[in-house]
């Protein structure tokens, strides 16, 4: 925590973050009010599906601008643009076309702000605590998928789903505000400011490290996979055993991600790199393989609970050391005035694997089970971080990544 301390723009960029991102993260309870006013799974499906897929792309154009102009611009674009789609959201959820469109405009709003925030974390931090304040990020992020929802169940309960979406929409109003000290603070201190033009134009062709980046790139989706098979597939697989209540699952993975992010949250900018996220990345893939075990050696609807702390807990841990250790090596591979757009494609690469589990893993469950959806989720992972290791080995060009 004394980075925090020891660095009021990141303590007050990281607040922004969290108070933006739990008006987004209220999200996450927009199913249940589409059943109450009577739409299919499908047509939810396609609600709730709809925002990710567009910030899959628009992520990956914003990195092509993201070190041309002012991050902070791009951060008060997205948050302003998430209050208006919030608050409007009453006004079309019962017309299915203008839903899909405000979801769609949702995601966009999510792709300004979410890469911008992330590029200015790692410029802020100091060069030797980047993992750590990554890790940080990670936090702020994980800490409002945990509150919101349950402060969304609460608000709606009281006030109603039309009034709770203007009034979690405040905290973003608030974010906003902060905003304002927040782009004097980075003008002052000469971060996030436009890179030079002849280094960052997005037809700038930068390759010391080719052998190290598409190999890089298919690891990290892999891994993405993992995660999104898992989030989905894990609560799905425990319903259909007869267990009722698997929020302990995301509860448990959740906390155990945080709590190694606040507590070795340091490691990553202390060991090697390349270790640790083949470490982390093998600890993902047992996570996967040991569910295929429980659900091939049969599911006791008694042992929910149980099952759903032990798998949370080592799966958690694991992902809590991967995702801002190989954040920072993604971006080690392109130079500074490169790193916004670096930083977008990592979301992008990452938020890719998650996206296309959850599209696809789901046929893998339908044609055969799901101890074989996540023993597949498995081997891809452990096949494309040997594909890097080989990639690794055989570059003589490869970077130190023990600072």
């Known amino acids: 925590m004394d980075l925090l301390l020891r660095h009021p723009t990141l303590t007050l960029l990281l607040t922004v973050h969290f108070l933006y991102f739990i008006t987004l993260s209220s999200m996450l309870i927009l199913p249940k009010w589409f059943v109450e006013l009577g739409y299919s799974e499908g047509e939810i499906g396609v609600f709730m599906g709809v925002a990710g897929i567009t910030a899959l792309v628009v992520t990956f154009l914003v990195g092509q601008v993201l070190d041309r102009i002012r991050r902070i611009r791009f951060i008060k674009a997205g948050i302003i643009g998430i209050i208006l789609t919030t608050i409007s959201l009453p006004l079309v959820v019962h017309s299915s076309t203008l839903l899909i469109l405000l979801r769609l405009l949702n995601g966009i709003m999510f792709s300004l702000a979410f890469p911008a925030v992330a590029a200015l974390v790692t410029d802020v931090a100091p060069e030797n605590r980047r993992v750590q304040a990554l890790g940080l990020f990670g936090v702020a992020t994980l800490s409002t998928q945990a509150l919101s929802p349950m402060l969304g169940e609460w608000l709606a309960g009281l006030y109603g789903f039309q009034n709770f979406f203007f009034i979690i929409s405040a905290t973003s109003g608030v974010a906003l505000l902060l905003s304002v000290p927040l782009g004097?603070?980075?003008?002052?201190?000469?971060?996030?400011?436009?890179?030079?033009?002849?280094?960052?134009?997005?037809?700038?062709?930068?390759?010391?490290?080719?052998?190290?980046?598409?190999?890089?790139?298919?690891?990290?989706?892999?891994?993405?996979?993992?995660?999104?098979?898992?989030?989905?597939?894990?609560?799905?697989?425990?319903?259909?055993?007869?267990?009722?209540?698997?929020?302990?699952?995301?509860?448990?993975?959740?906390?155990?991600?945080?709590?190694?992010?606040?507590?070795?949250?340091?490691?990553?900018?202390?060991?090697d790199r390349d270790r640790l996220m083949f470490v982390s990345a093998t600890g993902i893939a047992?996570?996967?393989?040991?569910?295929?075990?429980?659900?091939?050696?049969?599911?006791?609807?008694?042992?929910?609970?149980?099952?759903?702390?032990?798998?949370?807990?080592?799966?958690?841990?694991?992902?809590?050391?991967?995702?801002?250790?190989?954040?920072?090596?993604?971006?080690?591979?392109?130079?500074?005035?490169?790193?916004?757009?670096?930083?977008?494609?990592?979301?992008?690469?990452?938020?890719?694997?998650?996206?296309?589990?959850?599209?696809?893993?789901?046929?893998?469950?339908?044609?055969?089970?799901?101890?074989?959806?996540?023993?597949?989720?498995?081997?891809?992972?452990?096949?494309?971080?040997?594909g890097y290791w080989v990639a690794l080995a055989t570059d003589s060009r490869r970077l130190v990544t023990n600072p």
């Open 184 to 271: 004097r603070r980075l003008e002052a201190e000469g971060i996030g400011m436009p890179a030079d033009p002849d280094e960052s134009m997005p037809g700038t062709v930068y390759r010391p490290k080719d052998r190290l980046y598409w190999p890089l790139i298919l690891f990290v989706a892999s891994v993405g996979a993992i995660f999104g098979g898992m989030l989905t597939f894990v609560p799905v697989m425990l319903v259909t055993a007869g267990i009722d209540r698997v929020g302990t699952f995301f509860v448990v993975s959740s906390a155990a991600s945080v709590a190694v992010r606040l507590f070795f949250g340091g490691l990553g900018d202390r060991l």
């Open 286 to 386: 047992v996570s996967a393989l040991g569910t295929a075990a429980v659900f091939a050696v049969g599911i006791d609807p008694e042992s929910g609970d149980l099952i759903q702390v032990v798998v949370g807990a080592f799966f958690g841990f694991w992902v809590g050391f991967f995702y801002p250790v190989a954040n920072v090596r993604f971006i080690e591979l392109g130079p500074d005035a490169m790193r916004g757009r670096y930083m977008a494609y990592y979301s992008t690469v990452y938020s890719s694997g998650i996206t296309g589990a959850t599209l696809l893993f789901g046929y893998v469950v339908e044609w055969f089970d799901y101890g074989v959806m996540f023993a597949v989720a498995a081997v891809l992972a452990l096949v494309a971080m040997a």
